[in-house]
């Protein structure tokens, strides 16, 4: 698996012969437990979007995953509270490798792995794949965004849950990647705030599209999708502020009836809807779960930011061995304490 580097004349820029999906997933095989373990855990996710299954479901974890022991520690703390709220809430883990920024930073581990700027790709996805195998191994589920429309290629196969963010909710190609994804997957509302521009969105996932990809030898193809159902609304806010309140819910609801697509909603208590203030999160948590508990079935699930420790913290390049354990590098984060706390209060107040 190693690179060739190329250049392609008059295009201004030079690019590396990167690895097939096929020989990615060759050197590190889903094994038939964990092929289980997935498609479990997708019909699971599938029935509480139609409300089959009664459960709440919350994805929770860091923003993005930047040190593998640190998110392995996260992942079987997160695998033994889950088996114990299992009855009425159902866990997933968040676990994002690609993070779209709004004009420079750093892109996640899929492009960054070392965190330095060296732009090691092939070691991004591997160990992005490894990690992936080795928390489903343990049993925890896997949530993800999925930036760019090549990575599923290589990863999709242990993800129970994608995202397409604010950011790319109004792309074209990334209503198409997210119409051929074999798992449900939640449109967010754009970062202005526009709820309308997510549900036209999830009516163009639910639809087929022809489109210019990759197959899984890593050759330029043709993509044709059937559509994908199971496209839903995630509410976190805007720039014109929160909008996980009963009315701005509400209002949600009747703009998904009105194009006939699936009015169940997730809210991320994350980003715009706290202010980008960890501290907010467990305040906007309790307000959407009274909400539900109050009646409104429509909400069946919550996104929350959670890591070891709470905070963030600057990334930088030239010295990233001195980053402290457990701490965010992307957007602050609640501590696992707090995350623990809130989520078994929950569990009460469902029970």
């Known amino acids: 698996m190693s690179s060739q580097k190329s250049h392609v004349q008059g295009l201004g820029f030079s690019s590396n012969h990167l690895f097939s999906p096929l020989e990615l997933v060759d050197r590190f095989p889903r094994s038939d437990e964990a092929a289980s373990t997935v498609q479990e855990a ?21 923003c993005s995953i930047h040190d593998e022991e640190a998110a392995l520690d996260y992942a079987r703390r997160l695998i033994e509270l889950r088996n114990r709220l299992s009855e009425k809430i159902f866990v997933v883990m968040r676990v994002y490798f690609e993070k779209p920024r709004t004009t420079l930073g750093w892109k996640g581990m899929v492009y960054d792995p070392h965190l330095n700027g060296s732009f090691d790709i092939e070691e991004g996805l591997r160990r992005a794949r490894t990690f992936l195998s080795d928390i489903t191994k343990l049993g925890v589920l896997s949530a993800t965004e999925f930036v760019d429309p090549i990575t599923p290629q290589y990863i999709a196969d242990f993800v129970s849950w994608a ?38 969105a999830i ?4 639809s087929k599209h022809a489109f210019l990809g990759v197959d899984f030898q890593g050759t330029a193809s ?14 976190r806010g805007g720039a014109n502020g929160p909008n996980f309140d009963k009315e701005s819910v509400e209002d949600s609801i009747k703009k ?54 709470s905070g963030k913290q600057d990334l930088d390049e030239k010295n990233p061995s001195s980053l402290q354990y457990g701490v965010s590098i992307t957007d602050p984060c609640l501590g696992w304490e707090e995350t623990e706390d809130i989520l078994l209060d929950a569990f009460r107040k469902l029970s």
């Open 203 to 206: 009516v163009a996932v639910n």
């Open 256 to 309: 998904l009836n009105a194009s006939s697509v699936n009015d169940r909603i997730i809210i991320d208590c994350s980003h715009a809807n706290c202010q980008k203030k960890f501290e907010l999160e467990p305040k906007v948590f309790n307000e959407v779960l009274s909400q539900r508990l109050s009646g409104n079935k429509k909400i069946v699930g919550v996104m929350l930011e959670s890591n070891l420790n």
């Open 42 to 62: 997708r019909k699971t996710i599938k029935n509480i979007l139609h409300g089959d299954d009664d459960r709440v479901m919350i994805i929770t974890g860091p």
């Open 222 to 235: 043709i993509v044709m999708t059937s559509g994908n159902p199971y496209a839903h609304l995630v509410l």
């Open 163 to 200: 995202a397409i963010g604010a950011r790319t909710a109004e792309s074209q190609t990334h209503r198409q990647m997210a119409s051929g994804l074999s798992m449900a997957v939640g449109i967010k509302n754009g970062t202005g705030g526009s709820v309308q521009l997510a549900v036209d």
